[in-house]
């Protein structure tokens, strides 16, 4: 008897064919979205991955650049006059932003004058920094719940897999396998997802906080010279 099932479960389309392709068309709607999700959250994660890469080695060489010139520079001011007005780097800005505050407030006394511009030296960082930052929060969200989504996938494949011998009252592998095989590719695209989305939110965090270390350190020297 268990051998005509098997037969038949084989005869059925291909339920042998264990591509990944075909677990996904076999699977009920619950565990395609499971493996949809995924998918979708691995490419989106890939994505900012790839970017973020991009954006740290743009800034770290383009803010080394800035420092270099600003401290070779005769004046503030005048170096001030000479940076371009539309500049990607995060330094730059902050420095023009600040600039323009020692500009305005020339004829305040020298308290008042660093006062304010250390208000705006922290606000302008503050700000590029939640720029740089933008969508690590999704990083970590993949690397912390992926894993579960993927677990999700693979319990509902095996009540699928436990329904389907209870329906037959039959235990062959031909029954259960193809429930136990898509349960067990989501929890692979899981871990899938999870993994470089962890490695990378931490690599960036840590690229982040020494980047905000370079910003402050210039800006407590641009500081001491105002």
Known sequence: MEQEIAAQVVGLGGSSDFSLWKLFIRADFV????IILLIASSIFSWALIFDKFKLFKTINASTEDFEKKFWKAKSAEGFNNNLPTNSKDPATRIFKTAM???IKTKRQSSAVQAARVERILEIATDDEIKKIEKNFTFLATVGSTAPFIGLFGTVWGIMNSFQSIAISRNTSLAIVAPGIAEALFATALGLL?????????????SDSKRYISKIDNFSKRFLSII
């Not at 565990?31 to 499971?34: G, I």
């Not at 997802?193 to 965090?205: M, S």
């Open 31 to 34: 565990v395609k979205f499971v």
């Open 100 to 102: 323009n505050e020692v």
């Open 193 to 205: 997802a999870a993994i470089p989305a962890v490695v990378a939110y931490n690599k960036f965090n």
